[in-house]
């Protein structure tokens, strides 16, 4: 087994070995990944909860045991900007990007002025304004933290659905779930029929704002009792929709296809 980081900003995790293959999700910047194969200029790797893919091998950093080790205990902070410029003085041919995607976890060494410097995983060091970043930790309150995901789930309202979607580019269901839950320090599975082994299950008439509701091959986040904010082929990205009948929004085929509500924030 090698160990490897990677050094885009994001690259696509496909099912196969090809550039024609199925995008089954995507990596972000600084990700650290077991690697089991190499294959036409692909390498099998495997992200923290198993889930695994084939990737482009120049999108991936590879580093010794302990290094790899290092790095991922380091990471200690995220991006919370939709996309953050970041600064640097180096040569031409460094491997950082010009800029990251919300969700992208880092290293913060120190802050200096409005800016703070983070080191990317050659250690070359890098700045990006202090606002577009915060620390990768679940806030103490229930309330503070339902609050912080449903705000940014709002905020990308909008954006095109894509399949294995992982960023405000294009969310696919559960990629968008991840995202921002995790921002929220709630660590939670790729895939919808993972995620619905996460927390408990709920009675559908305890849902509250911040639970997660499943339906066959989708997953959606409770806005309130009825609303729901998900990444949807059929809305075109991501929309607000209602369970409750006659109301703007309804979505009659969810709300007859519903399959359970679990409370992942507790």
Request: charged content about 25%; some cysteine; overall charge positive.
């Amino acid at each position: 087994m090698k160990y490897g980081i990677v050094i885009r900003n994001v690259t696509d995790l496909r099912v196969a070995p090809k550039f024609q293959s199925e995008r089954k999700s995507q990596l972000l910047f600084n990700e650290p990944v077991t690697i089991t194969q190499k294959r036409t200029g692909y390498i099998r790797v495997c992200q923290d909860d198993g889930y695994n893919g084939w990737v482009d091998e120049k999108a991936v950093l590879i580093v010794g045991k302990d290094g790899w080790h290092k790095h991922k205990n380091s990471l200690n902070c995220r991006i919370t900007a939709k996309t953050a410029v970041i600064r640097i003085s180096a040569k031409p041919d460094s491997i950082v990007p010009p800029f990251l995607f919300y969700g992208t976890r880092l290293k913060v060494d120190r802050k200096a002025g409005n800016y703070s410097i983070l080191e990317s995983t050659p250690g070359v060091n890098f700045r990006i304004a202090t606002g577009n970043i915060k620390p990768d930790k679940r806030t103490k309150s229930r309330e503070n933290t339902i609050r912080s995901l449903i705000r940014d789930a709002r905020r990308f309202v909008g954006v095109p659905y894509l399949w294995g979607g992982v960023i405000p580019f294009g969310f696919d269901c559960s990629g968008l779930v991840q995202a921002v839950y995790g921002m929220a320090g709630i660590i939670l599975p790729r895939d919808s029929k993972n995620q619905r082994k996460a927390g408990r299950q709920i009675e559908k008439s305890d849902i509250y704002a911040g639970d997660l509701l499943f339906f066959p091959g989708h997953v959606a986040i409770a806005l309130d009792w009825h609303r729901i904010i998900h990444a949807s082929l059929a809305e075109g990205g991501v929309a607000i929709n209602t369970l409750q009948p006659n109301r703007s929004g309804f979505r009659k085929d969810l709300y007859d296809a519903f399959v359970e509500a679990r409370r992942v924030v507790l």
